[in-house]
Each structure stands twice: as C-alpha cells, then as structure tokens.
C-alpha cells in the first residue's frame, strides 16, 4: 500500500509559481513511476508530468518549458515546479504512483490561476 499527500496548492497571479510537493508513505525507491495529474472542472483528468524510477521525466506539451517535475529520495517526496503559471493551469494536481500492477492516487490539492 502507498499513501499520497498532496500539498502546496493555492491561489497565484498570472505568471506566479508554486511548488507542489507528493509525499510518499515509505520508500518512493520501490516505486516504477510517478506521475501530477490534473482535472479542471468540466474535463478529463489529464497527465501533466511524471518520472520514472530510473529518473526519466515526460511532460505534457502544454506545460513544458514551465514545469518542471523532481524527486528527492531521501524524502520520499516528488516535486512540481510550477512556473509562469497560465489561467488554464487552474484545476485540482493529483499525485499519482505506480508500483508494480497496482496505482495510488492522492487526495488532490486545488491550484487556482487569477488575477
């Protein structure tokens, strides 16, 4: 079983940052890969980031350049850097975890674009 907690959400002008932080119960060293999710009201849960165990990232086309996804093992917590944030960013990220055939969500931390 792993446990996700999400946090770092918020309110944020246009162009702001935040850093969204996936704290894993146990070690995030067993897990195959880690993916941000988000679901803006009216849409479809979408992939925005994710990393591998062995490190490799991948990124939504609409956020690259912008985010950046990380890992600190020793904390078992995964990073999303979010920088220049858009209106469109606006939505609930949710951490998401693979390990071997079986997937754990987190509870979803709300991001919310503005000025």
Avoid: H
């Avoid at 969204?20 to 009216?42: M, T, V």
């Avoid at 960013?89 to 693979?98: E, K, R």
């Amino acid at each position: 079983q792993v446990q996700l907690v999400e946090s770092g959400g918020g309110l944020v002008q246009p162009g702001g940052s935040l850093r969204l932080s996936c704290a894993a119960s146990g070690s995030i060293l067993s897990i195959n890969y880690i993916g941000w999710y988000r679901q803006a009201p009216g849409k479809q849960r979408e992939l925005v980031a994710g990393i591998s165990i062995g490190g490799s990232r991948n990124y939504a086309d609409s956020v690259k350049g912008r985010f950046t996804i990380s890992r600190d093992n020793a904390k078992n917590t995964v990073y999303l850097q979010m920088n220049s944030l858009k209106l469109e960013d606006t939505a609930v990220y949710y951490c998401n975890a693979v390990r071997k055939a079986f997937e754990y969500w987190g509870q979803g931390t709300q991001v919310t674009v503005s000025s």
